[in-house]
């Protein structure tokens, strides 16, 4: 409520300020689309909240989930899907995408994911390089993604905004952007950012090299919200004494001058402020050790761990912090940094009392196969003990993203109230033999597989020689 | 013929030739899928001596000493290929003193010398930590590939010829190239126009000339691409010699395939991303396609036409198809693409033929390798279920009829960590 009455009392000073509660830029223009009520009858439904319902229905009305539960009755003039035999979940959430930044064709005019001229570009934002013609977005529709964080690369120590986005296909990204979603922040530790830097003889060039860039991009942000604040009192005071003493106040004080924007330091205010959500980039256990210690010295909390190819040597740690690990099933090796990865992360970071263990996909590939990449981690985890049951799991691929978003109470499962991105699947999700039939995203279909596309709704495909490629 | 002796010297000493030790296994009351004309044999016994496959049948007797393992049912399969992959050749991919796939003279264009002659095998390490994370997931053998080196390891490919490869086993053994399996890498459209002076007409050009190269007699002119042992090397690939080509685009596909014919080789189609559009002309030519059934992405303009159907097409029209995924860390994944195969369309006996016997066939070992059948090699693989189902594991693994030890740096990494975790969270 901060935000609101500095943004009031912005209005009055008639400033332009750098407030987010200020006009929003790029506003979004996302309009949850008009669609009849749908009643799924007779479906497993994984709710996401950790439960399995069996032979249960899900209701589906102005666009929200309306109710869950046994012999609901069909709304008048709605839809009626008979999903016996089937399974429902949540729509999946994937919080580590680059659709769209780094679209395909993988062409040198489509990589925008990178601004790689600097290692701190906190003032980037991802959806200014979002091509939505990209193909890659139809394709992870059809595997049930319904929201995605799109990222910048892993190139800075700072690499800009993220975009959290619905799955809808859009000629701009303002109607994909998810309506009051919090912004993320994309961090990277590790070998990325000093290797793009240290290659050109630049800083970083090392480890240490990486903590001083993140902590001096933090102090210049403390120091920025400070001179910041000061002007806001500076500015109250000033507007009291012209208050009480008439306009000129008796005195000879000079209305105060904000300091300059700086696009940089703006967003890491916001994150010292709790507004941003912060992303980082880490592979190894004993480099979010160290993630954390600086979120602690500057008093910001990190969202999310992605890559987290060693979290399983911290998962008590994680979960006592409250910090997501957002993990692939077996990439693995790729770099040192990789080097330790196991098969069995998935389910030993899930294994401790309030974890939050999430598939992450990082790829246009894997992003279509996510749960897939869930019943692997399954399968690994069953063998040594970690039996994790499909309920528990589904919870990897929607809730446990949602809530590292911020956005657990708007989706990521099945519940009255929330919106309805929802995925109706031929059998058990956790099977290679899995397919999404249909998918819902605020109560409208966005993929059905009995009427599929006749023509790829990417632009970019029309009139190619893909002609008959699809099914 | 030094190394060769010192192979075997250094094999017979460490007791690890087939040829040492009468072991005798047999797997009783599984599900057997022999993938050959016999097909699937239910409560079927596979019996096992001196590392081949003796018999395949019911109630086979085993001798006294015999290793005896009761399948209760569960699916026996013949051991995977992983695909073609830098396993053994590259560890790290980002850390160039780790990765062997990629030859290179720093001297890309048109007056660069060619390596035929290059044998990629030459670089294998059996000892690799990536051979038994490979293993332990049913994975008994791959085809050593090369790179074109421009992604991770700064090493940059400057030639469309990759050099020359095999297959391997992954056993762990020193002498671990199969015998008749010898490849020859070439690298065709977009990614091999920019080594052959920036188009793909241009790989044309240097091939022809370098075919023409092999088959002259006489001193090495000026200019030429080939050494004395690259012209050698080159000249069984063009007496029916199997050549990998790596292409995508189906215009391409067409292309390289008539080349290849007309100069004598046999080609392999790798990639094969647009490979549905010309399936029946594949199939006419008996042309094997390795692909990845995934590749559904238009991710470059060679790839326009990918999608999910690829291997569906394909193995309807007849052509032999096998799946690789490319990741050396990953080749374990092949079931996993055979199993996502079956989701769109292709028959599951011919998806699993696609990780085993069909790679053996189109590397020549099909006589020895890929099936269960008598007088195979003991490469077999007993499954917790449904082999291409990705929640099913490995339950037992045989290389050449020895059991494999399901320990690998990740099975070991997980071990140390696992317990204090439970410990810690016992609930």
């Known amino acids: ?161 993220s975009a959290i986005v619905k799955n809808v296909h859009a000629v701009t990204y303002q109607a994909m952007k998810f309506p009051g979603a919090a912004y993320g922040l994309k961090m990277a530790c590790g070998e990325n950012p000093k290797r793009v830097y240290g290659e050109q003889k630049q800083f970083p060039s090392t480890r240490m090299g990486n903590v001083a860039g993140y902590r001096q991009a933090f102090a ?203 995925v109706i699947w031929n059998g058990n999700p956790f099977s290679v033999y899995a397919r999404a039939d249909q998918v819902f995203i605020d109560g409208a279909l966005g993929f059905d597989r009995e009427h599929p596309p006749a023509k790829p709704p990417s632009d970019f495909l029309l009139g190619q020689a893909n002609q008959g490629a699809q099914p | 013929m030094k190394l060769l002796t010192l192979a075997s010297v250094m094999a017979a000493s460490m007791g690890i030739t087939s040829t040492l030790g009468a072991s005798e296994l047999l797997v009783r009351g599984a599900t057997v899928y022999t993938v050959s004309s016999q097909g699937t044999l239910k409560n079927a016994d596979v019996l096992v001596r001196d590392g081949l496959i003796v018999a395949v049948g019911t109630s086979l007797p ?99 010829i990759g050099g020359q490869s095999a297959a391997v086993s992954l056993d762990g053994r020193f002498d671990a190239v199969l015998q008749g399996s010898r490849v020859l890498y070439v690298q065709m459209g977009s990614a091999g126009a920019k080594l052959a002076g920036g188009t793909r007409a241009g790989e044309y050009v240097l091939l022809d000339q370098a075919i023409r190269e092999a088959r002259a ?62 399936a029946k002309e594949l199939a006419q030519a008996d042309v094997p396609v390795i692909l990845n059934p995934l590749d559904d992405l238009p991710a470059d303009f060679d790839r326009l036409a990918a999608t999910l159907d690829n291997a569906a097409r394909l193995q309807r029209a007849g052509v032999r198809i096998a799946f690789s995924g490319g990741d050396a860390r990953n080749a374990r994944l092949v079931r996993q693409l055979a199993g996502n195969a079956v989701a769109h369309g292709v028959p599951w006996d011919a998806a699993l033929a696609a990780i085993t016997a069909n790679p053996a066939d189109i590397l020549g070992m099909g006589a020895t390798r890929g099936h269960i059948a008598a007088g195979q090699a003991a490469d077999l693989v007993l499954w917790s279920a449904d082999p291409l189902e990705v929640s099913t594991l490995a339950d037992q693994v045989w290389i050449a009829g020895r059991p494999v030890a399901l320990q690998s740096r990740q099975t070991e990494l997980r071990d140390r960590y696992i317990g204090p975790l439970k410990l810690h969270q016992a609930r």
Not at chain 1, 6 to 32: C, D, K
Not at chain 1, 62 to 82: D, E, F, M, Q, Y
Not at chain 2, 232 to 252: C, T
């Open chain 1, 220 to 422: 210049d942000a403390q120091d920025y919200l400070q001179q910041w604040d000061k002007y806001h009192r500076d500015l109250d005071q000033y507007q009291k004494d012209t208050a009480k003493h008439g306009s000129a106040g008796g005195k000879d004080v000079s209305v105060p001058t904000p300091p300059k924007r700086d696009l940089k330091l703006e967003t890491l205010a916001e994150v010292l402020k709790g507004n941003i959500r912060v992303h980082v980039h880490c592979y190894r256990s004993d480099e979010m050790a160290t993630m954390l210690d600086i979120a602690d010295e500057f008093g910001f909390k990190i969202a999310a761990f992605h890559h987290a190819v060693e979290a399983y040597k911290i998962a008590d740690r994680l979960a006592e912090h409250g910090v997501c690990a957002a993990m692939w099933a077996d990439w693995w090796g790729f770099k040192m940094e990789a080097f330790d990865g196991v098969q069995e992360n998935m389910p030993m970071v899930d294994f401790p009392e309030h974890s939050c263990a999430i598939v992450h996909s990082d790829s246009p590939d894997g992003i279509q196969r996510l749960n897939q990449e869930a019943a692997k981690s399954m399968a690994h985890g069953e063998r040594v003990g970690l039996h994790v049951t499909p309920e528990r799991a589904i919870r990897w691929l929607t809730i446990n993203p949602a809530k590292s978003l911020g956005l657990q109470d708007r989706i990521g499962s099945l519940e009255a109230g929330k919106g309805a991105d929802v």
């Open chain 2, 217 to 278: 007699q006489g001193a090495i002119a000026p200019g030429s691409l080939l050494h004395a042992a690259g012209r050698e090397a080159l000249r069984p690939y063009l007496a029916g010699g199997r050549v990998i080509f790596q292409v995508d685009r189906a215009a391409d596909i067409l292309r390289v395939v008539a080349f290849a014919k007309r100069n004598g080789m046999s080609p392999v189609i790798s990639g094969g991303t647009e490979a549905w559009v010309v």
């Open chain 1, 1 to 161: 409520m901060k935000i609101i009455a500095r943004a009031a009392l912005f209005l009055i000073g008639a400033f332009t300020v750098f407030a987010a509660a200020a006009a929003e830029p790029f506003p979004t223009t996302y309009q949850v689309p008009a669609s009849g009520p749908v009643l799924i009858q007779g479906a497993t439904v994984l709710t996401g909240t950790g439960e399995r319902l069996d032979d249960t229905d899900v209701l589906i009305a102005n666009g929200r989930i309306s109710a869950v539960g046994k012999g609901l009755k069909a709304p008048a003039g709605g839809t009626v899907i008979s999903a016996v035999g089937r399974w429902v979940t949540p729509g999946i959430v994937d919080i580590h995408s680059h659709l769209g930044v780094y679209a395909s064709p993988g062409v040198v005019a489509e990589s925008d994911g990178n601004e790689a001229t600097s290692p701190v570009t906190a003032n980037v934002w991802a959806e200014h390089s979002i091509w939505p013609q990209d193909p890659g977005f139809e394709l992870a529709l059809e595997g049930g993604v319904t929201t995605l964080q799109i990222l910048p690369g892993s190139a800075n120590l700072i690499g800009g905004r």
């Open chain 2, 62 to 160: 085993a001798s006294a000493g015999a290793t005896i393992v009761e399948a209760k049912g569960r699916p026996l399969t013949p051991g995977l290929c992983g695909g073609l992959t830098a396993i053994g050749i590259e560890e790290v991919s980002q850390e160039p003193s780790t990765v062997d796939t990629t030859i290179s003279q720093s001297a890309p264009g048109w007056n660069q010398q060619w390596r035929p002659e290059t044998d990629l095998t030459l670089a294998f390490n059996p000892r690799s930590a990536l051979v038994p994370v490979a293993r332990v997931e049913g994975v008994t053998w791959t085809v050593l590939a090369p790179g074109l080196g421009d992604g991770d390891s700064g090493i940059v490919a400057d030639s469309i």
